[in-house]
């Protein structure tokens, strides 16, 4: 082992995603699987918003059309990679133009989710008191009700749109920052306690910011990670269920639940769409979870200091 | 630990004993219940997905329930089996102006009770009871009352004797004598507080003996019935919660007849089996699309002549719902009516029966759009009311018209009950709607689309005076063939407005063994169980 | 020792008091979002024939012509009686029907995939810790990702078309074959009821039906098994207990197996308290899948119905059973696990 007490967080991070050892290192120090994995995420997510960015061009079909002169029906073959449905629509086009939703879709809930989790999550800590314990108690109800549930019957009440899937979606994982940066903020507000003695000039929030951002800055991004993967994962549910997305717009629960009525005729209806969603979804789990183990062993170093 | 290993091992072993155990169970489950006899089976079961929300004839208003209560209560009048025309049934006569049983003035409906009626629990039956029972679904205002309308009030001049007074005259009266609302309750467990939700108490071709909401309802045989007995002795009807459920109960031959509703996209499947037929048959619920005429767009003749060419009716029949459908060119169904025949293809006559995208270019360019002045269109349609094929339908439909080119169509689901507040508020421009026969005859046909009270309840909104004078004419007319000769005026108009665009007649589809027969329906779409059978 | 029983009793009170805020609290959202939905179920109930008077009639009738803060105060005393109305499209009791028909079911499937789960799950887990970062521990760790990833209901259908219709081994829907009546009902469980009654062939008839949705929502569930347990592994075999039992010359196959293995699962019920959410929202697509009617296949079909009672007590009873569940699991911890402080 290096000198690591010396090493600060840019060596560090450098040190653990240096993709020189591939294979040799396999068995060896366990964190350079972390690392491996974490590339192979990401260069799997960087393949599917490539995917979503260039659907037009890579499409060979209109998703909103059926295929001109594609038969109903027909099993994956070179014209059509992945077969077509009833009407004669190309599986294929809508697959790839699917890829859309759900990204944006995610995208917009983390981002939603972000802005009002960690500004209330630090406020809650740093406040404190009752006002504290009434938000930990709003937060930590909705954390323990099923989050699916929820987001179906908020979806279902809010009605369709992406925007309203993207806030029902937000709103189940808004207490997952909340806990997370009010945790920290409240730790550090007891060590600042001790020291308030010895603090000139600094506001206590400006020190309890200062202290509390390298922790969210290593823990956020993880907890990104896996949110946008389960989000990814609740969207293809709520459009499988039939709640959120317009009709017609190529999205793989959509895709999936249709395909089911014509399972015996026509499986590839709904394999095909699954398979991206696995892809994507175990591609942001395999970041976070690989982004976990670098950062941990990093958090409880400085827990300690 | 080596016998904590041991433990795990052997709860493995015993689970895998129990799969084991139970495919082979399954494998040996014998797959039908029949014995092979060449006589009538004794038991018929019919799988179907929809529900039965209630059977008290003051309250039921929905298909399902509507059928069961058929079979087990007797209307003063019910159809020939399989035929739109009237016979009697618990009354003895049909009434008509010919012998005075319906008065001149067409405001007095005179009918004889037969005396042979009883109850399951033995209770006999006279007019009091019919007259009763009538007083109960008008006054419990429940959602069949609304059939009883034109009732004024019911007198009973002599014990079996039963007098109907009207408070306006209605053509279409005598065919509310066929409807279930006119079926005879014990007053005894039927009371005027509330609906009975109890086993029904009844007279008709079955009784009921098993209710599982939800679930199963078997009917037995009614060996009081008056006439001639039903011809299988227990029929069970299973609920399915879905048309894959179905489909496979059918294919796995778990139920010997299964109706409504099957995907028509499993049609194949189910047409490759040796042992299975598909009984098609007319039907009586026409689709159509209600067209906005607040819209200016819809206002201009032209829109609405271009999207009535663009449209492939034969292309959604056959190659979206598989032949469960049939073509349909006016507001019209094509079944007789009491054996005259009212459909005429109006709008086939003027604007051809095939979709004639050359026409319909030259009706969009005359409506003043062109490629730098594009059509936007919505239409809107309800995801699983009528079904799950309808997403596919209006997908269908998009591409017929957006095939004019300078067009766009956008679709609108929305789902029931939205659906109707909306279509009702007039928030549609294009909406696909269905309509089920309340009763038989072709006035149902006429006032909620030809008349301004009526049209704004299908989002339509249209406002025809000629057309409105001849749903009064043919209301107060009781001379039938008169009436035919206004119905198919009617539909001439209807066409030539381009009032609403018919789409299809949805096809009766009745999937059974090979081995049954005598699968009829009335014109109301009630399925006539007495007549149903099984053999060898 | 009298200190620690007289703060448990206050521990499990106040848990018991703390849970009543979070029912009122969920159950609130709900009532509002519910007041904030398009579409009329008084319509939805009626049709669109319906006279306009007859409409508002019944609008009187369920309580909706009421202003919204009287609504509510009727809603909340509802929910704390259990009368939870009926149901705008069956009329039926909302109560009876979900206790005694769907929640049972729901159960049924929880267990039955908790079981598959687990059995799955903890061997797995406890293998990937002992193997750490070899081989093994790379696998396991992937196919817990990987079979976490995958869609419920798509795993679903997929093994539906394997061993529903391709191989035809076991059925691909509903919870018993037609024709087999339901065991008298004691629990609402098939399984348990029918064997309570002596109805073995029904009973292997329920299990047959539960095998692909157990399978289904287990495997999948397995996923997250796996890596907590794996967590909890290796923090116990690093622990100051397991170091001493190895200093004292303990061979490590029995540190792993009696030591280390034992502490390792009394987060185990932690774990499944944490689960239980993510198993009823796993089951309302299992259900939906399969046409299992139970809670979730209610849920959904409530909602594509407009049946805003039926919506609700779904939620309130979704809510006081996690509430329940958790409560109960926080207080076997408090027994359980002597680190735990209160």
Redesign the interface.
């Given at each position: 082992m290096k000198n690591e007490e010396n090493e600060n967080l840019m060596e560090y991070l450098k040190r653990k995603f240096m993709v020189n050892w591939l294979f040799g290192s396999l068995s060896r120090e366990g964190k350079s699987t972390s690392a491996i994995l974490v590339w192979v995420g990401f260069f799997i997510l960087i393949f599917f918003i490539v995917i979503a960015v260039f659907a037009p061009y890579i499409a060979p079909y209109n998703p909103l059309k059926p295929a001109p002169g594609a038969p109903s029906f027909s099993p994956p073959s070179l014209k059509y990679p992945m077969g077509t449905d009833l009407l004669g629509y190309d599986l294929y086009s809508r697959v790839i133009w699917g890829s859309r939703i759900p990204l944006e879709v995610s995208a917009l809930s983390i981002f939603f989710s972000l802005i009002i989790g960690m500004p209330v999550g630090l406020f809650s800590g740093f406040i404190g008191g009752k006002i504290d314990r009434v938000l930990v108690m709003i937060m930590d109800s909705i954390y323990a009700f099923p989050g699916l549930i929820l987001a179906i019957v908020m979806t279902a009440l809010l009605g369709p749109g992406l925007i309203n899937v993207a806030v029902s979606i937000a709103v189940v994982y808004i207490p997952l920052y909340f806990r997370t940066v009010r945790n920290h903020t409240m730790s550090v507000k007891q060590e600042l306690y001790v020291e308030s003695g010895r603090a000139m000039g600094a506001s206590r929030f400006q020190l309890i910011a200062r202290f509390i951002a390298p922790n969210v800055i290593l823990t956020v991004p993880v907890l990104i990670s896996l949110n946008a993967a389960d989000a990814i994962l609740t969207e293809a549910s709520l459009s499988f269920l039939g709640l959120g997305i317009p009709p017609l717009t190529p999205d793989w629960g959509r895709e999936i639940s249709d395909g089911s009525y014509y399972l015996q005729q026509a499986p590839w209806l709904a394999f095909f769409p699954g398979i991206f969603i696995v892809l994507l979804v175990v591609a942001l789990s395999l970041i976070g979870e690989g982004l976990n183990d670098i950062v941990n062993p990093l958090i409880k170093r400085r827990e300690t200091l | 630990m080596a016998s904590k290993r041991a433990l795990w091992g052997a709860i493995a072993v015993i689970i895998v004993v129990i799969i084991v155990f139970a495919s082979a169970y399954y494998l040996t489950l014998p797959k039908t219940t029949q014995t092979p006899t060449t006589t009538v089976a004794n038991v018929i079961t019919i799988g179907t997905t929809d529900s039965i929300s209630s059977l008290d004839p003051a309250k039921a208003d929905d298909y399902f329930s509507v059928l069961v209560i058929q079979n087990i209560f007797t209307p003063l009048l019910s159809y020939k089996p399989g035929t739109s025309v009237l016979q009697p049934e618990l009354a003895t006569n049909i009434p008509s102006t010919s012998d005075g049983t319906i008065s001149p003035d067409g405001l007095t409906y005179t009918l004889y009770i037969r005396q042979n009626s009883k109850f399951s629990d033995g209770t006999p039956i006279n007019a009091s009871t019919v007259a009763y029972s009538m007083n109960r679904v008008i006054k419990l205002g429940l959602d069949p009352a609304y059939l009883l309308a034109p009732v004024a009030n019911i007198t009973v001049p002599s014990p079996y004797t039963l007098q109907i007074h009207l408070k306006y005259p209605d053509s279409a009266f005598l065919q509310v004598l066929a409807l279930w609302v006119t079926a005879p309750v014990d007053p005894k467990y039927y009371t005027m507080n509330g609906p009975y939700t109890g086993m029904p108490i009844t007279n008709g071709h079955y009784n009921v003996t098993y209710w599982k909401k939800g679930t199963e309802i078997i009917l037995e045989r009614n060996t009081n019935y008056y006439g001639t007995p039903a011809i299988t002795q227990q029929i069970n009807i299973m609920f399915y919660s879905d048309a894959t459920s179905l489909k496979n109960a059918i294919l796995t031959k778990a139920v010997d007849v299964g109706y409504k509703d099957v995907l028509p996209t499993d049609i194949p499947t189910l047409k490759n089996q040796s042992f299975l037929k598909i009984t098609s048959s007319p039907g009586s619920v026409i689709r159509y699309i209600s067209l906005n005429w607040k819209d200016p767009v819809i206002q201009n003749k032209h829109v609405r002549a271009a999207i009535e060419y663009a449209l492939n009716r034969s292309y959604i029949c056959n190659n979206v719902l598989y032949g469960t459908a049939i073509p349909l060119y006016s507001m019209m169904p094509t079944l007789p009516f009491n054996g005259y025949n009212v459909y005429v293809p109006s709008y086939a006559n003027l604007y051809g029966y095939n979709q004639n995208l050359a026409k319909a270019k030259q009706e969009l360019a005359l409506a003043g759009y062109s490629s730098t002045n594009p059509l936007t269109l919505t239409l809107a349609y309800t995801p699983t009311h009528y079904g799950l094929i309808e997403q596919y339908v209006a997908m269908a439909i998009k591409n017929q018209i957006e095939a004019i080119g300078n067009v766009t169509v956008n679709l609108n689901p929305v789902e029931t009950p939205a659906y109707w507040d909306d279509l009702m508020a007039g928030q549609f421009q294009m909406a696909m709607v269905g309509w089920y026969p309340d009763y038989w005859d072709p006035d149902d046909y006429m006032a909620t689309f030809y008349d301004p009270a009526g049209t704004p309840t299908i989002g339509s909104f249209y406002n025809n005076s000629v057309m409105h004078n001849l749903t009064v004419q043919e209301e107060f007319t009781i001379n039938m063939s008169k009436r035919v000769q206004i119905f198919q005026e009617a539909q001439n108009i209807s066409a030539q407005d381009i009032a609403f665009i018919p789409l299809y007649e949805n096809n009766l589809m009745v999937y059974s063994l090979k081995t049954v027969s005598g699968i009829e329906f009335d014109p109301m779409l009630t399925f006539q169980l007495w007549v149903l059978q099984k053999t060898g | 020792m009298a200190e620690r029983r007289g703060s448990i009793k206050t521990y499990i009170i106040s848990r018991i008091i703390?849970a009543i805020?979070?029912l009122i609290?969920?159950t609130s959202?709900?009532f509002f979002?519910?007041r904030?939905?398009?579409?009329?179920?008084v319509?939805?109930m009626?049709?669109?024939?319906?006279?306009l008077a007859?409409k508002e009639k019944l609008r009187e009738e369920l309580g909706l012509t009421l202003p919204l803060y009287q609504q509510y105060f009727n809603y909340l005393a509802q929910v704390f009686t259990l009368n939870l109305g009926s149901s705008l499209?069956?009329?039926?009791s909302v109560a009876t029907d979900i206790f005694v028909y769907y929640f049972p079911a729901t159960l049924e499937l929880t267990i039955f995939s908790t079981i598959v789960a687990l059995?799955v799950g903890i061997p797995l887990g406890k293998l990937a810790a002992v193997k750490?970062?070899?081989?093994a521990d790379?696998i396991i760790?992937l196919f817990g990702?990987?079979i976490?990833?995958?869609?419920?209901?798509?795993?679903g259908?997929?093994l539906?078309?394997l061993f529903g219709?391709y191989m035809g081994?076991?059925?691909?829907?509903?919870r018993l074959?037609?024709?087999v009546t339901?065991p008298p009902h004691i629990t609402g469980l098939y399984t348990i009821d029918s064997l309570l009654s002596g109805q073995f062939?029904t009973f292997?008839?329920a299990?047959?039906h539960l095998?692909l949705p157990s399978i289904t929502l287990g495997l999948i569930l397995s996923g997250v098994f796996i890596r907590t347990i794996r967590v909890n592994m290796l923090n116990t075999l690093q622990s100051d207990y397991v170091q001493a039992a190895r200093a004292r010359g303990i061979e490590e196959r029995?540190v792993v197996?009696?030591h280390a293995y034992r502490n390792a699962l009394v987060p185990v019920i932690t774990i499944m308290g944490m689960e239980i959410?993510?198993l009823?929202?796993?089951a309302?697509?299992t259900e939906?899948?399969y046409?299992f009617?139970g809670m979730g296949?209610l849920?959904?079909w409530s909602?594509?119905?407009?049946d805003y009672t039926m919506?609700q007590g779904a939620?309130i009873i979704?809510?006081i059973f996690?509430?329940l569940f958790?409560v109960i699991i926080d207080i076997i911890n408090a027994y359980i696990d002597p680190r735990i402080r209160y």
């Open positions: - | - | 703390l805020p979070m609290i969920i959202f709900v979002i519910m904030v939905a398009p579409g009329d179920p319509t939805a009626l049709g669109p024939h319906a006279p007859y499209t069956t009329g039926d059995a750490r970062d070899k081989k790379v760790r990702i990987i976490y990833a995958l869609p419920i209901y798509w795993f259908f997929m539906q078309l219709y081994i076991f059925p691909t829907g509903g074959s037609p024709g339901p062939s292997l008839d299990l047959w095998a029995d197996n009696r959410a993510l009823f929202a796993g309302v697509l939906t899948t046409s009617k296949f849920l959904v909602i594509q119905n407009r919506v939620v979704y809510s996690i509430i958790s």
